[in-house]
């Protein structure tokens, strides 16, 4: 089904044909129509116009309104205050709106694809090997999960990019620690059985906390492993399956946090830090010819005039240590230029922490005075604020560790069962632990999701799985209700009658499902899902209200004012459905 022009941009269209039939010289204004509370949309561009030609506002909104014509489209119009037009939308244009979206049986609701897509690299969801996931691995993934919906949903062309933490110095350390303590490495369980995914990891993470002790505080060790770390960059065959069994291990756990977290992540979209070892070398020797890089005490360094240290000197890059070996530099320039070259993109979003950003603002640089990044291919941090505690400081456990992600998850997912079962109505126990995951999850996921990314946020479980407020929860609560008020209905269905008039509540949920495809398109093109998170509440919000002063089945309407009511609650229904599914959120049929 082709797209659905919304009631916005056909007024959008109306008013510019009229300022240009009033100025010819106002062809390209923009009406700068907005919604309004004095009417349905006011427009305010026609001030900027009276400057431009020095005409008087008030009389040159007045001939514009000369030129608009009222029908089923624009039923009326006003000039208002300085120059302001207000206008009201004609209810069969809503209603005819409504049954367009209706009609669209791709799930897409009439929401256009972009004409041109670019193609996009999203980097996020980046754990380490041999680590457990831990709450500061939440927003990346959730995030950048988001976002990838959000741009694939308007037609971009997105490559998903995994960069997991997979080598240096670390697995030198932790491969020569189990060389020198194999009995520590138990993939056994007590009984006898394989161990979970997730015990497994325990163990590795345990291990490796284990190594770091050692490595810290013993000399020679620290040598022996650091010379372990040049056998696995050389290839040594026995260093080299050591790292491998630890890179598969950790991909199981991986994959398992990420089924919890209902996201799907594919092994061909995780290229992490070995995936650039071949590119390393050309990197420097590109970087260093073209003089973009230069030596410094044997280090490959980049400096910049911005940026300094406390005792005012310049801080560098530093590409390649003077030892030889690479840092993380080097292998997210190489990143850069496998992505740019190799996967042709033109835009790279890095969903990355905050505190990474002076890291990646030299990277950035870096990768512009090279020419691996210009006007036409451009790369950005999409930079996440810190989760925190209840009490505003960074969320950790009563012990002062940094919470596990699957402990974080599995509690989430026990309040939202305790709650889906204090509201069950005749679901099975299978029931309401499915739906406890789908509502714990989402929950998760929205209170993240519904603040900037760029600001910290407080992980209140309690508030979450609240049924009251702006939760997923009470989203998905308004997405079941509807769906079962239209199984109540029986055999009246939604259907259009344009010919009747709206009560203001129906208006009201109407213009606001009209601007879904406007929201999507605004919150992909800023890579901003809270736009859209505020969207939905308030959509769900408008819906309460409808319902509440709207009759639908009880008491009975006329049959024709039940279908219009029952075509609104569908299309609603529709649209938060689709809407959650951006966010990668779902929404059980029933609760």
């Known amino acids: 089904m082709a797209s659905v022009t919304s009631l916005s941009d056909s007024v959008q269209q109306h008013l510019a044909s009229a300022l240009t039939a009033t100025r010819p010289e106002a062809a390209g204004v923009d009406p700068l129509l907005r919604r309004s509370d004095r009417a349905d949309y006011q427009a305010n561009g026609i001030l900027a116009l009276a400057k431009k030609t020095k005409a008087n506002p008030r ?24 120059g302001f037009l207000n206008i009201t939308i004609g209810d069969r244009a809503i209603i005819g709106n409504l049954a367009a979206r209706y009609a669209d049986d791709t799930g897409r609701l009439g929401v256009p694809r972009a004409g041109h897509p670019g193609t996009t690299v999203v980097d996020y969801a980046q754990p380490n090997v041999a680590k457990e996931m831990h709450v ?8 950048g999960d988001s976002v990838v919906q959000l741009l694939e949903f308007t037609g971009e062309n997105v490559v998903r990019r995994h960069h997991i933490g997979d080598w240096g110095t670390q697995f030198g350390m932790l491969i020569q620690y189990l060389e020198e303590h194999p009995h520590e490495l138990d993939h056994r369980a007590a009984g006898g059985g394989a161990v979970s995914g997730e015990e497994a990891m325990s163990n590795l993470d345990r291990l490796y906390k284990a190594a770091r002790r050692l490595f810290d505080s013993d000399e020679e060790f620290k040598t022996r492993a650091r010379r372990r770390v040049v056998d696995l960059q050389a290839g040594e065959p026995k260093t080299l399956a050591a790292w491998q069994r630890f890179v598969d291990e950790s991909k199981i756990y991986f994959f398992s946090v990420f089924e919890k977290l209902d996201m799907e992540i594919r092994d061909p979209d995780i290229v992490g830090e070995s995936g650039y070892n071949d590119m390393l070398a050309e ?7 073209s003089g973009v890089a230069v030596r410094s005490e044997g280090a490959l ?11 005012g000197n310049q801080v560098p890059l530093i590409v390649q240590k003077s030892d030889g070996g690479y840092g993380y530099a080097a292998t997210d320039l190489s990143a850069i230029r496998d992505r740019v070259f190799g996967l042709k993109a033109d835009t790279l979003l890095y969903v990355v922490d905050a505190r990474q950003s002076l890291h990646f603002k030299m990277v950035f640089e870096t990768a512009r005075r090279a020419g691996w990044l210009s006007d036409d ?8 604020g810190t989760v925190l505690g209840k009490d505003g400081k960074p969320f950790k456990t009563r012990e002062g560790e940094t919470v596990r992600l699957v402990d974080l998850l599995d509690e989430a ?12 109505q005749d679901l099975s126990e299978e029931e309401i632990a499915e739906r406890g995951a789908q509502v714990g999850i989402g929950a998760v996921k929205y209170a993240d999701l519904s603040t900037s990314a760029n600001r910290d946020y407080k992980f209140d479980l309690d508030q979450m799985v609240s049924l009251n407020g702006d939760t997923s929860v009470y989203l998905q609560y308004a ?29 009201a949920l109407g213009l606001h499902v009209d601007a879904f495809a406007e929201t999507v398109a605004e919150a992909a093109k800023e890579y901003a899902p809270h736009k859209l998170t505020a969207y939905l509440y308030q959509l769900a919000s408008l819906f309460t209200s409808f319902y509440d002063k709207c009759p639908v089945i009880k008491p009975a309407p006329p049959r024709e004012v039940a279908e219009n009511r029952l075509l609104l609650c569908e299309v609603t229904a529709r649209t938060l459905h689709q809407g959650l599914a951006l966010l990668g959120i779902r929404t059980p049929e029933r609760l």
């Open 59 to 82: 009389e040159l909104a007045t001939e514009v309104v000369a030129h608009l014509t009222t029908g089923d489209l624009i039923k009326d119009v006003e000039v208002s205050g300085p």
């Open 136 to 143: 500061g691995h939440l927003r990346s993934a959730v995030i």
């Open 283 to 289: 990197t420097c020797r590109l970087l260093e010819e």
């Open 301 to 311: 360094c980049v400096f910049f005039d911005d940026i300094k240290g406390p005792d």
């Open 377 to 384: 291919v451009t790369a950005r941090q999409l930079a996440f």
């Open 413 to 424: 997912v026990d309040r939202a069962s305790a709650v889906v079962r204090e509201k069950a």
């Open 479 to 507: 997405y079941a209700r509807i769906r079962s008020i239209l199984r109540k209905a029986g055999e009246v269905g939604p259907a259009a009658h344009p010919e009747l008039e709206l009560a203001a509540a129906e208006r």
